[in-house]
């Protein structure tokens, strides 16, 4: 399972960001997405997952209100768009693979998720 993350940046306090989760239709159709972040001295949390099911998404309490998540099907691809980003939102983010036959729930911890793509820096200076 191969996934690609790309879209990190610099970006102002109040501003937005779509970061995109790319990999192959197999691995879209066997495995539900999440995203983390890793802020430094901290461990990597969960932010938002998509159930590979039925396309439901889900976020964190810091998350909720202020992102989205979802999938192209055709370029094979998860968006995660965040807005009214705070300097709190700064870390490396990640997508991972959680497989299908684990269950419904994709708000899991990250040592639940098999399989990761490269991490993206997001920064938001204070």
């Known amino acids: 399972v191969q996934l690609v993350t790309s879209g990190g940046a610099l970006v102002q306090p109040g501003g937005s960001l779509r970061l995109s989760c790319g990999s192959n239709?197999?691995?879209?159709?066997?495995?539900?997405i999440g995203w983390f972040r890793q802020a430094p001295g901290k461990a990597r949390e969960g932010v938002s997952c998509i159930n590979t099911h039925d396309g439901r998404t889900y976020f964190s309490d810091s998350m909720k209100g202020r992102a989205t998540l979802s999938r192209d099907v055709a370029k094979n691809t998860v968006y995660f768009q965040m807005n009214n980003l705070k300097p709190e939102d700064t870390g490396e983010y990640f997508c991972g693979a959680l497989p299908k036959q684990r269950g419904d729930a994709c708000m899991r911890p990250w040592n639940d998720y098999d399989w990761w793509g490269q991490g993206t820096q997001v920064t938001v200076p204070s």
């Open positions: 239709a197999y691995t879209f159709a066997a495995y539900h």
